[in-house]
């Protein structure tokens, strides 16, 4: 995979089967690879919904910009269910996540990810500077190794912030259990403190409460 894009809205609790299955059909039919898409996941996480979409280009270098067939009429049926976060939303490109760090030394572009975890919070408007500035030295560390972690990528979205994980091992429960009282899983904890918060403070008891969960997944190589 050379080239993401994640979009953040919002999602009706309970619906995602009905999200899902509009996109079955879809991926079924339309050939998204022929557009460049090969792969996408679906997640939710309280009222958030997540839509990472794999390309093999980007889409300004491929020159394949153009929407899917039927896209209208995805829209049309996910509508009831699925709405803009963000409360300027104008046009389809406002619900966009911007990636603002990224990490993987050693993969390859077109290696897809096997392991994703995908961790949702709140992010203080303006501190991806600063939250990048803390990953940046913590990943010189052993954290990540500590983690299992081998790539890492940091989105937002207004005060949405999502953090990408690709991991050797699927269990980010067990990492998470295993490590949580290291000193450097501690250190980096407390120096986001200040920028990040819980997604959803009344159902926040722990770093497991605020990955996404997988609830729709496509690749044209049927992985």
Partial sequence: ??????????????????????????????????????????????????????????????????????????????????????????????????????????????????????????????????VARIFTDSDKGPLPAQMGVVGRWLYSLDDVYLHMLERKEASFSDAVHHNQHKPAFSKIMDDLSPYISAYNPETWRSPQDAVAKEFYRWRADGR
Avoid: C
């Fill in 1 to 130: 995979m050379s080239f993401r894009s994640v979009i953040v809205a919002r999602i009706v609790p309970g619906s995602e089967d009905k999200v899902a299955e509009v996109f079955r059909r879809t991926d079924e039919t339309a050939r998204p690879q022929d557009f460049g898409v090969i792969g996408r996941r679906l997640l939710s996480l309280d009222d958030l919904y997540i839509h990472v979409i794999e390309r093999d280009q980007d889409p300004k270098v491929s020159g394949k910009t153009r929407g899917l067939p039927g896209f209208q009429q995805v829209s049309e049926a996910i509508a009831p269910y699925v709405t803009p976060y963000p409360s300027n939303w104008k046009v389809p490109s406002d619900s966009v996540a911007k990636e603002f760090y990224s990490w993987a030394p050693g993969k390859k572009p077109e290696e897809p990810i096997e392991h994703m975890t995908l961790i949702v919070a709140r992010i203080k408007p303006g501190a991806e500077p600063e």
